[in-house]
């Protein structure tokens, strides 16, 4: 599995979270929701160190991760996020 951030989500996160170089920032299952890859559930954000991550990705000092434990989620897709620029937020794809 693979973290793929693009650039102007990066942008995003870093703005709205006042995310800077040491910080990390976790993509964590939740119950409630929607994707199209897991029925009844959907991601969410939390700004917390990592213990065990199974994929991760830094830019500018910043670590965007999803620990071992939730990798059932993504049943071996890629997490991409990219940015919608009429909704002004990021949005999770899988590939």
Same mark, same amino acid.
């Given at each position: 599995?693979?973290?793929?951030l =693009? #650039?102007?989500?990066?942008?995003w996160? *870093?703005? /709205?979270? %006042?995310?800077? +170089?040491?910080?990390?920032?976790?993509?964590?299952?939740?119950?409630?929701?929607?994707?199209?890859?897991?029925?009844?559930?959907?991601?969410?954000i939390e700004? =917390? #160190?990592?213990e065990?991550p199974?994929? *991760?990705? /830094?830019? %500018?000092?910043? +670590?965007?991760?999803?620990?071992?434990?939730?990798?059932?989620?993504?049943?071996?897709?890629?997490l991409?996020?990219?940015?919608?620029?009429?909704?002004?937020?990021?949005?999770?794809?899988?590939?």
């Amino acid at each position: 599995m693979q973290i793929k951030l =693009e #650039k102007e989500a990066f942008d995003w996160y *870093k703005e /709205e979270l %006042d995310l800077h +170089t040491g910080d990390s920032l976790r993509f964590h299952v939740r119950y409630g929701g929607c994707s199209n890859i897991q029925k009844g559930f959907s991601l969410g954000i939390e700004k =917390e #160190k990592p213990e065990s991550p199974i994929a *991760k990705v /830094e830019i %500018d000092g910043i +670590t965007f991760y999803v620990e071992e434990k939730e990798a059932w989620y993504f049943e071996g897709h890629d997490l991409v996020i990219s940015y919608d620029s009429k909704l002004d937020e990021p949005v999770f794809n899988y590939e």
